[in-house]
């Protein structure tokens, strides 16, 4: 099926010449000219928003705040086109939750690039998407943000560890017991290594030259 795309500008000619080019590389195109009217366009639940700043009525920064805020299209990709080229309102739009930031004048090959590119990513995240809570006991895992629960303790953990407690939770390894980084254990200090243990079942941090059956994953020493 042909990804949907809404176009929002209040320029006509600039929606009319990317409208075209859309349509003949195969996309179907929604249009809206305004923010208020874009609002109740995303509600058909397009696979990517082309929006642009400078708009009557409601301008595209709120839009983009508005359609993050909503559950029901947060997830939708975003690419600003505009004519504002300072670095100040790209870097505001990118931190608004934007995927992408383009610049007027459009040059229509870069846009369609671009435009594929914003849709492959979504395409690549909905792909790896898991669910959003994994519950193990009283083990909670929050896969959207790193965060890693043990009752009513919350533990942060950078992203290649947390991606490392991710696969041993889907293969064959059960997970257990979880230490962080900063406590020590069996009296041991110095750098820890993240654990999996195909023998006790359990993910834990040790020290690597601790005299442990536990054999250390690849790529996280330190």
């Not at 846009?111 to 083990?139: N, Q, W």
Request: charged share 30%.
């Amino acid at each position: 099926m042909a990804s949907t795309i809404l176009l929002v500008d209040d320029e006509r000619d600039i929606l009319e010449l990317l409208k075209y080019n859309l349509e003949k590389e195969g996309y179907r195109v929604l249009t809206a000219h305004n923010g208020k009217e874009a609002l109740r366009v995303v509600k058909q639940h397009p696979d990517l928003v082309v929006l642009d700043v400078m708009m009557p009525e409601l301008d595209g920064w709120e839009v983009c705040k508005a359609i993050r805020k909503d559950p029901a299209t947060a997830k939708t990709p975003i690419v600003f086109l505009t004519a504002r080229d300072s670095e100040i309102d790209e870097v505001v739009g990118l931190e608004l939750g934007a995927d992408d930031y383009i610049t007027k004048p459009v040059k229509v090959r870069t846009f369609l690039a671009r435009v594929k590119r914003a849709l492959k990513g979504r395409a690549g995240a909905e792909s790896e998407e898991g669910p959003e809570l994994l519950k193990i006991g009283d083990l909670e895992i929050q896969i959207n943000n790193y965060v890693v629960r043990i009752g009513s303790r919350e533990i942060h953990l950078p992203k290649k560890e947390f991606e490392v407690l991710l696969f041993l939770r889907s293969s064959a390894f059960r997970v257990g017991k979880f230490w962080p980084k900063s406590e020590k254990r069996v009296g041991m200090t110095g750098p820890f290594s993240l654990l999996g243990c195909s023998n006790c079942c359990t993910l834990k941090y040790a020290h690597p030259q601790a005299s442990c059956r536990c054999l250390p994953l690849p790529g996280l020493h330190s």
